[in-house]
């Protein structure tokens, strides 16, 4: 059974991912964890999670292309150099 | 406590440690799967450490050098750990599981005990030292939960209870048979180190042995 571990470095941060290993249940999962990501006091807290558990989801279909949606859906110069040229100060 | 008495306690202490911590050790590289030996490893770091620390307190106690002084300085028969400790047990992992449980248990009986001494100074060590026990039983536990129907743990566990009571002072040994659920049997008590010892100790003591006097590391 595989485990990911994601562990806080401070108190009041994110959790990142820090890795993953074989564990055959949650008691040694837990013990296991300790040791590769805490054992230093790299860190302040874990969170020890069956991979099972994790739902990966990968496909964002944007088939209509609604760039409005996205950050960088205008683009600012192209409307730039119109409102310019309309005005006569390009 | 007479100063004797206080030395001869952290010495039994610090070589169960020691050399317990030496033959967990031995199976660094070659436990049975590679999240073990990274965890069965640090655990045998941490006894090490403990036997440091103890060390530290009766070198001071008797005037000597430093914990390495104690630690590898002294003849194998000056040596006082417990016959259970002694044992070399690789390859056979039931039987280090085993000891490593009996062991665990025992030592929590006489850490408990310390913790209430009247010498503060012992005290507060065994505070220390139970900090990071805990998690020793832990880990020991859940072995335990795996394998205690397994034939070969059964075995093991049969053939090392006498010496866990070893481990103990007599009058500590009945709160141990409680904890285990075995009768109390004749022990295997502290002696002088057989052969066993005899090879870890050549081991153990040789980069010292040969290290010039005043060599810095």
Known sequence: MIWEVFRQERKGQPFTHGGSFH???????????????????ESVALWVVPREAITAIEEFPD???LKYRRVDGYSIKARLKEARERAGTG | MSERARVELLLRLADDEL???????????????????VAFSSIAQNEIGHARALYELAARELGVGDADAIAFDRKPEEYRCAPLVQLRLVP???????????????????????????????????????????????????????????????????????????VLDPELRPALAERVGRPEVEAVERSAPGEEFAALWEEMTMVRRSAPVGAQW
């Open chain 1, 23 to 41: 564990a055959p249940d949650q008691a040694f999962a837990d013990a296991y964890a300790r040791e590769f990501y805490a054992r230093r006091q």
């Open chain 1, 63 to 65: 088939e209509f292309d």
């Open chain 2, 19 to 37: 050399i317990l911590g030496w033959r967990n050790s031995e199976w660094t590289g070659i436990a049975p799967f590679l999240e073990e030996d």
């Open chain 2, 92 to 166: 056979d992992w039931a039987r280090t599981i085993a000891r490593h449980v009996l062991y665990e248990t025992a030592d929590a009986i006489r850490i408990e005990r310390l913790k209430s001494h009247e010498d503060a100074e012992l005290a507060g060590i065994a505070a220390k030292i139970e900090r990071e026990e805990v998690y020793h039983r832990l880990h020991a536990e859940m072995w335990l939960e795996r394998l205690r129907d397994e034939q070969r743990y059964v075995e093991a566990v049969e053939e090392l209870w006498p010496y866990a009571l070893g």
